[in-house]
């Protein structure tokens, strides 16, 4: 008879794995945004905040969505709450493409332009890929593209845009992958390209081989001055079509009609969309249907409709703010005057660091963002972004009032 040894007991408990030991090379380069837990000191009830950037929630068309649901789950059925295809609903994809005199097939919708930010990062950018970002720019583009280990180069910015004798000398210097750019009333400057200076880019970046991503989330937000044509349209007249053109254009519904529906698109040539439908295959099938088809619901009467309300909410609240800064602040502090959007940008006295005043204002009872997280490099340390979307007079006239005062505080 053979003896056999008796199954080892089971452990008391069982020995604990290293979980952070195990993450992904990508997961390590990801990091929490700063904002994220800058806002979180911020929502304090009695704090009058200029930082989040929410759109404004009581201009939402809320009676409309409600009557768009109730439309189309009448009209489509089951099939609203069906499985779609990862492309995005046509009718939705037909009604894009026609602003720009496009096909669909040159059209992905995205579940938010900021999924079409990280599907492009994971077609476009192998590790070590030179990526040229605005100095500043949008810190949300910036955590999309992290983990696919881009290099990242600055372009100097002024009140016009980057500047395009920088960007030639980069290009020159440096062999580059990708340009991001956030033409029209940037997140988190404010400030607008100009005609010029769009031509020239598009111009030195074909000629240079680098793809341009044009994320356009507040164009059609414009409150004052002349309308720009984007890079995508002006890439489509000189190169001669959608299937030539290197630039890559994001938009979304977000800041127009709703965030929360999540529903965005990217325009590109075919061999762009194709990657784009099998990246975000991979990442959630499709957007969702029932949200897709309420959104193609409303872009006819509601979207025209809610876009002037916007614009012209945001018009006055741009304006008054930018008033009450000349008003309550210093001499030695700039900002931006925007032209849409919501955002605005201050520049403080190099002496002092918006960081720790955000200690102080909120302790004035106001909040800002600090600039330094939207440098892809650091730097930015006397600047903040202030956003005008979802603010009352009353609050714009306190808070800017107590900023000034925090500022005068910390100047000494
Ligand atoms: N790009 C920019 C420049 C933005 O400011 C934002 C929103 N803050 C996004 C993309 C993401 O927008 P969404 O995903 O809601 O379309």
Redesign the pocket.
Known sequence: MTSRSAPLPPPAHLPPVDLTARLAGRARRMTASAIREILKITQQPDVISFAG?LPAPELFPLEDVRRAADAVLTRYGPAALQYSTTEGHLPLREWIAARDGIRPANVQIVT??????DLLGKILIDEGDVVLVEAPT?L??LQSFQPYGPRYVELPTDEHGIDTDALEEVLRATPAKLLYA?PNF??PTGRTLSLERRRRLLELTAQYGVLVIE?D??GQLRFTGEELPSLYQLGLELAGGPEQSHVIY?S????TLV?GL?D?WVQAAQPIIEKLIQAKQGADLHTPTLNQMIITELVGDVLPRQIETVKKAYGERAQDMVARLREHFPAGVSFTTPEGGMFLWVTVPESIDTVPLLAQAVARKVAFVPGSPFYALGGGHNTMRLSYSSATPEQIDTGIRALGETIRGALG
């Open positions: 950037g938010g332009s900021q999924q079409g930010l949008y949300g583009a956030i940037q997140n994320d989330p507040y994001s979304s519904f977000s800041k965030p999540r965005a």
